[in-house]
């Protein structure tokens, strides 16, 4: 779900939806698909026959005076989109997004919904100090309240791609995200770490990271590494950030990298 047009008085919502027929025949399908708002109510349906096998189902729906997600005040939508054929529903999504425009501009920074002003990010490791990695939700709600009365508005994550459930939260409390997903490419900081499994993975990893994080308003960059030792091999580096870089604008072509 994408934002392409964004304005106080209309906006349009882009859902493209891809659909797999796992069954032994062919079926002909419609996608439907019900915007639903903020306070839970339905807004705008629309229903689309899928134009070919394999080809995504691309919707735009233009919904006027929506409400925007922001920093005081995230609103967040969302899709609930059915796969249909000969009248029965074989499959069901539900996804959250929020309606806003975020881009950045060389010569005065980002912006957020026509209104420019400084990123005050910190940044933030996967684990929540001692709980380690399973972080509980509460801990995550507790450290964002404490830092945006700092005046923090923005979270880089490191070093790895960062728990859902810590994304949904920055969607609802309003906090900018940069999503990173490595700290190593190929040469290694420890024997056993994900050097060994760059070649093979890294585009994979990366491209299914994208998928299920792209949907979220709270993120406007995306980071493909971070302290990264190929580094002093200046044409090697180069390669693989170029290669990374393709990946992401081809899975998500929204958002810079």
């Not at 903020?38 to 409400?67: C, F, H, M, N, R």
Request: with cysteine; net charge negative; glycine share 6%.
């Amino acid at each position: 779900v994408s934002t392409p047009q964004v304005s106080a008085t209309q906006a349009t919502v882009r859902v493209e939806t891809s659909v797999t027929n796992e069954s032994v025949s062919a079926r002909e399908i419609t996608v439907q698909t019900t915007l639903v708002s903020p306070d839970g109510q339905s807004v705008a349906s629309l229903e689309t026959k899928a134009a070919s096998p394999g080809a995504p189902v691309i919707q735009q729906i233009v919904l006027p005076k929506p409400q925007l997600w922001d920093l005081a005040a995230p609103k967040l939508y969302c899709t609930v989109s059915k796969v249909i054929s000969d009248g029965k529903v074989l499959d069901e999504a539900t996804k959250t997004f929020g309606i806003r425009d975020a881009h950045f501009e060389a010569d005065t920074g980002f912006w957020l919904n026509g209104k420019n002003f400084k990123l005050k990010g910190v940044c933030l490791h996967a684990d929540g100090g001692a709980f380690g990695a399973a972080v509980p939700l509460g801990v995550w709600e507790q450290r964002l309240t404490e830092l945006r009365k700092l005046g923090v508005n923005a979270i880089r994550t490191e070093h790895n791609p960062p728990a859902p459930e810590f994304l949904d939260l920055c969607d609802r409390m309003g906090f900018l995200v940069m999503d990173e997903f490595f700290d190593c490419w190929t040469v290694g900081k420890n024997p056993y770490d994900y050097h060994l499994y760059f070649d093979e993975w890294s585009k994979t990893d990366e491209c299914d990271t994208i998928l299920r994080d792209r949907n979220h308003p709270s993120v406007i960059i995306y980071s493909v590494g971070n302290e990264i030792h190929d580094t002093p091999q200046a044409e090697l580096a180069k390669r693989i950030l170029k290669g990374l870089v393709e990946v992401a604008h081809a899975t998500d072509p929204t958002r810079p990298v």
